[in-house]
């Protein structure tokens, strides 16, 4: 074996190795070791048994990557939420001079 070789299959191992412990990183730094991993299986040259072992570490990647995403959707999606509750109740509904029937810059800028 090639020293690029040993290192790519010690690397693989380690990787494998801490899938368990995958949930407890950042979103950033899960999401930085997986373009990694795609590159080192994109770049070819790995055995069947470290690609395997990529390939997992990958999927387990992507999956804090896909919780810390969803997180922070329930998270912005809460605080839209109580801001519209929020507005609506605080103010009666329609500020003096907004009831035009037109929505104010910034509400209401729900259209893809």
Same mark, same amino acid.
């Given at each position: 074996?090639? !020293? ?13 190795? @801490? @899938?368990? !412990?995958? *949930? ?7 999401? $930085? ?8 299986? =994109? ?6 048994? &470290? ?7 990958? &999927? &387990? ?8 995403? $969803? ?12 801001? $519209? ?17 037109? @929505?104010? &810059? *910034? =509400?209401? $800028?729900?259209?893809?």
């Amino acid at each position: 074996m090639t !020293a690029k070789t040993d290192e790519t299959s010690a690397n693989a191992i380690g990787a494998a190795g @801490a @899938a368990g !412990a995958a *949930g407890a990183i950042g979103y950033e730094q899960a999401r $930085d070791e997986l373009i990694e991993v795609v590159r080192r299986l =994109e770049a070819g040259g790995t055995t069947l048994e &470290e690609s395997l072992a990529l390939w997992e570490r990958g &999927e &387990e990647l992507a999956k804090v990557c896909r919780r810390w995403l $969803d997180g922070a959707r329930a998270r912005l999606d809460a605080a839209l939420a109580e801001r $519209d509750a929020g507005g609506a109740a605080g103010r009666g509904g329609v500020r003096e001079g907004e009831g035009d029937g037109v @929505a104010g &810059e *910034g =509400e209401g $800028d729900s259209a893809p």
